[in-house]
């Protein structure tokens, strides 16, 4: 018979719960004041540990335990943390998706991990219900609210307190699946990423690390998973109201309300969220004096942005743009101050995007670009020549503690984005940098959507960042029109709302023409809306904008 299994980091958590029962886990909004702004509630470490284990119980007599997928389909809630700290009390794997990649999509990947528990809000059983083969494995349901029309437990009837001892459980191996999440196939097909016990567990070691060691005390949550890892810190998590789907619709007067009343400390955040509070702050100036540092992941977050945040906020505060992925968080960090000790002018002359140095423990390589399958390293050494015709901009691969070696689903996806080095595992990560004499990565774009063209390829974010720096241009896209090997490239501009056509396309020419990287592009043409993300809002689809702008090619050819 199996052992009764969980991730052994919850043991920080029950720290807490010994120690400082009484201590804020989660505080989260519940209704409005007479004000407008929402009033909040909250919940304590040891309530936090008791109703876990509740669910943690009800759950093992249903038969989920150690290995159960569970799709767990939550809206950010103290709920939401109960049912996942029950699910990693008995090691079960929770199975979690971005909602935003849109309904049959989302349940083309569900079908795929072939779950056999099912914990979701009303709206996501009726998804279930309603495609009911694509779930035909599932033998557990907990609605997290009303029973509609569906048979299955409901979490509000198991109440809070569990009804004895805990069992006896052992620590899982480090290398068992601890929860599957998916990409968000914002550029590419969504993949479902195993995370193990170890990847978790070196995930809190290096957020702590990247804080410098310094308890978060109060932490504003945007992303549930830094709420998981922020509460084995001790943290005080605040959950502003946000849509998980869209983070850009929330309100920037909310977050700073929150950052103020409760105190906030640090904060995660993804440019959807940055943008609107930094503006937020610029027309109602506040210095929310005890913020003092931020973390921005999800996308790329404008250098502009950064600047504007260090101009609103205290002196003091630091501000970290950070880059990862569900597959490794974080990669990579850099702070303000180094990125404003002239990289960013080095971003405007085409150098790329610095997105800082490896992580704690994370190594960084870069290899020849190839859309090939790379079985192992013999084959890197073997394609390493062919980085001179890019001039040493290559894929950006990563391998360490907190970096996932295996995709549950599709197997293909391990083929074409592991390469095996001995005991070692590198993932590819699809983007391509370089890496400075200071060990610095530069972005410089995806890789599916650098443009070939016949004197060699042209890379969307080293060529774009040349041209943002024009008066009245909001953003731009590199993309490439015909076959590879032979594209032209084609530059799309969105403009600002005040901006003129025709002196911003003749701004862009002429920047252009100042660059090497960029005297080929001939064709400049105004976007009136990029498609984006759902999610951030961030990531630009140049895969539409390529077709967009190859049907206006050839309209005046």
């Given at each position: 018979m199996t052992s009764a299994t969980y991730w052994s980091a919850i043991d920080r958590f029950r720290a807490f719960a010994r120690t400082e029962p009484d201590r804020d886990a989660v505080i989260y909004p519940d209704g409005t004041t007479s004000g407008e702004l929402p009033s909040y509630r909250h919940i304590t470490y040891r309530e936090l540990d008791d109703w876990s284990e509740t669910i943690a119980e009800r759950l093992s007599a249903a038969g989920v335990g150690s290995g159960t997928r569970t799709i767990v389909l939550v809206l950010p809630s103290p709920e939401l943390y109960a049912i996942l700290f029950g699910l990693l009390k008995i090691g079960a794997v929770p199975v979690v998706i971005d909602p935003g990649m849109g309904l049959r999509k989302m349940v083309h990947c569900l079908r795929a991990v072939e779950a056999e528990a099912f914990i979701g809000i009303p709206?996501?059983?009726?998804?279930?219900?309603?495609?009911?083969?694509?779930?035909?494995?599932?033998?557990?349901?907990?609605?997290?609210?009303?029973?509609?029309?569906?048979?299955?437990?409901?979490?509000?009837?198991?109440?809070?307190?569990?009804?004895?001892?805990?069992?006896?459980?052992?620590?899982?191996?480090?290398?068992?699946?601890?929860?599957?999440?998916?990409?968000?196939?914002?550029?590419?097909?969504?993949?479902?990423?195993?995370?193990?016990?170890?990847?978790?567990?070196?995930?809190?070691?290096?957020?702590?690390?990247?804080?410098?060691?310094?308890?978060?005390?109060?932490?504003?949550?945007?992303?549930?998973?830094?709420?998981?890892?922020?509460?084995?810190?001790?943290?005080?998590?605040?959950?502003?109201?946000?849509?998980p789907s869209k983070v850009g619709s929330t309100d920037p007067a909310h977050v700073a309300h929150a950052i103020e009343k409760f105190g906030v400390r640090t904060m995660f955040a993804s440019p959807a969220l940055l943008i609107p509070l930094l503006r937020h702050l610029e027309q109602q100036p506040t210095e929310l004096k005890t913020l003092s540092s931020i973390y921005s992941g999800g996308a790329p977050v404008p250098d502009w942005c950064i600047a504007g945040l260090r101009d609103v906020l205290t002196e003091d505060v630091r501000i970290f743009a950070g880059y990862g992925s569900t597959e490794a968080l974080p990669m990579s960090l850099i702070e303000s101050r180094e990125l404003f000790s002239g990289l960013v002018e080095r971003t405007h002359q085409g150098a790329g995007t610095c997105i800082g140095r490896p992580a704690d423990k994370i190594e960084a390589r870069i290899i020849a670009i190839t859309d090939d399958p790379i079985p192992s390293w013999a084959r890197v050494d073997e394609l390493a020549a062919?980085?001179?015709?890019?001039?040493?901009?290559?894929?950006?691969?990563?391998?360490?503690?907190?970096?996932?070696?295996?995709?549950?689903?599709?197997?293909?996806?391990?083929?074409?984005?592991?390469?095996?080095?001995?005991?070692?595992?590198?993932?590819?990560?699809?983007?391509?940098?370089?890496?400075?004499?200071?060990?610095?990565?530069?972005?410089?774009?995806?890789?599916?959507?650098?443009?070939?063209?016949?004197?060699?390829?042209?890379?969307?974010?080293?060529?774009?960042?040349?041209?943002?720096?024009?008066?009245?241009?909001?953003?731009?896209?590199?993309?490439?029109?015909?076959?590879?090997?032979?594209?032209?490239?084609?530059?799309?501009?969105?403009?600002?709302?005040?901006?003129?056509?025709?002196?911003?396309?003749?701004?862009?020419?002429?920047r252009g023409a100042e660059f090497e990287l960029a005297s080929s592009i001939a064709d400049f043409l105004v976007h009136p809306g990029f498609p984006v993300d759902i999610r951030h809002n961030a990531k630009i689809g140049r895969e539409q904008l390529a077709q967009w702008a190859t049907k206006q090619i050839d309209a005046t050819a």
């Open positions: 709206p996501a059983h009726a998804v279930r219900v309603l495609f009911r083969r694509s779930f035909r494995k599932v033998r557990t349901t907990v609605t997290v609210g009303k029973r509609w029309f569906w048979r299955g437990e409901r979490l509000a009837a198991w109440g809070r307190t569990p009804s004895g001892v805990a069992p006896e459980r052992v620590p899982a191996a480090a290398a068992d699946v601890l929860v599957i999440g998916f990409t968000t196939g914002s550029t590419g097909p969504a993949k479902a990423v195993e995370l193990t016990h170890g990847n978790l567990a070196s995930m809190i070691d290096q957020v702590h690390t990247a804080r410098g060691q310094v308890a978060p005390e109060t932490s504003l949550i945007t992303l549930p998973l830094v709420g998981i890892l922020d509460l084995l810190l001790g943290s005080r998590c605040v959950l502003p109201p946000l849509i062919e980085l001179e015709k890019s001039r040493g901009i290559g894929e950006l691969v990563v391998a360490g503690p907190n970096v996932s070696t295996h995709y549950y689903w599709p197997e293909a996806a391990n083929r074409q984005g592991k390469i095996v080095d001995g005991d070692r595992i590198w993932h590819r990560t699809g983007d391509l940098a370089w890496i400075d004499d200071q060990g610095r990565i530069w972005f410089c774009g995806r890789k599916s959507q650098r443009v070939d063209t016949a004197a060699g390829p042209m890379f969307t974010v080293q060529v774009e960042q040349i041209f943002n720096t024009v008066a009245g241009v909001a953003r731009t896209a590199l993309v490439g029109v015909g076959a590879r090997g032979a594209q032209r490239p084609v530059l799309c501009f969105e403009m600002a709302s005040d901006a003129d056509g025709a002196a911003v396309g003749a701004a862009l020419r002429a």
